[in-house]
């Protein structure tokens, strides 16, 4: 099957044109946290009504919206999606697979828990296999796919909530302000105070600030130099 969807035909466009070609419950799922260096991973998928009662006003990818936005979208997608599931796999989890493994598993897991099952899977990024219905991946996706879109939200705003608690145990951190990102001032907390139970290992910049540690080869480490974390 083909078919052809413009990035500028709204953010609907893909399950409309996915509709047309027969599908009837089309999943979105999308995930946050991958590129932190403390935290869970949270995946999260939906599958979006086809009615206008069903549209999630304001719904966007999650990176675009406000805090206040989020939340928002977010009791939103709750409340109006057909089915809807996370998944949040702890920094252990993510150290012991590696984050590619970790972050296909964490969405495969996401849309084989939905209810009703869908019928077609739209990933943002890069494809997912084994989900048994057929799929597609699609650059951007929590951009130009409402269901990816409200994965999107999903899965930035259970992620955040899980942050504001890892704070509360080590407030030293300051997680609820980074949300385990690498900034300026969370690598000079880890720098000053070494890694916590939070932190995921196979980040070079995590691993580099306990003496001793033995690094894993290259390219086998999620490599962040202080430069970057700068920029961030």
């Not at 052809?4 to 946050?32: H, K, M, N, P, Q």
């Not at 495969?108 to 057929?134: E, I, K, N, S």
């Not at 942050?163 to 720098?191: I, N, S």
């Not at 916590?196 to 080869?217: K, Q, Y």
Request: aromatic share 6%.
């Amino acid at each position: 099957m083909s078919f052809v969807v413009r990035r500028s035909s709204g953010l609907y466009a893909y399950e409309r044109a996915l509709r047309r070609a027969g599908f009837t419950l089309v999943a979105g799922a999308d995930e946050a946290g991958r590129g932190a260096c403390a935290g869970p991973l949270v995946a999260a998928a939906a599958i979006l009504r086809d009615t206008r009662a069903g549209q999630i006003e304001g719904l966007r990818d999650s990176k675009l919206l406000s805090a206040a936005q989020r939340e928002r979208c977010y009791d939103e997608v709750v409340a109006k999606a057909l089915g809807w599931s996370v998944v949040v796999v702890d920094a252990a989890e993510c150290d012991r697979l590696g984050m590619h493994v970790a972050n296909v598993q964490a969405l495969r897991r996401a849309l084989h828990r939905l209810t009703p099952a869908p019928d077609y899977a739209l990933t943002d990024g890069f494809g997912v296999d084994g989900l048994g219905v057929p799929g597609l991946a699609v650059w951007k996706g929590d951009r130009v796919a409402a269901c990816v879109a409200a994965a999107s939200v999903l899965a930035k705003v259970t992620r955040d909530r899980i942050m504001t608690q890892v704070h509360e145990r080590w407030p030293e951190y300051d997680f609820a302000t980074h949300k385990g990102y690498c900034t300026k001032e969370h690598q000079d907390r880890l720098d000053r105070l070494g890694p916590c139970a939070e932190h995921r290992m196979r980040f070079d910049n995590v691993a580099r600030t306990v003496p001793g540690a033995t690094l894993l080869p290259p390219g086998r480490v999620l490599t962040q130099t202080r430069l970057e974390c700068e920029a961030l």
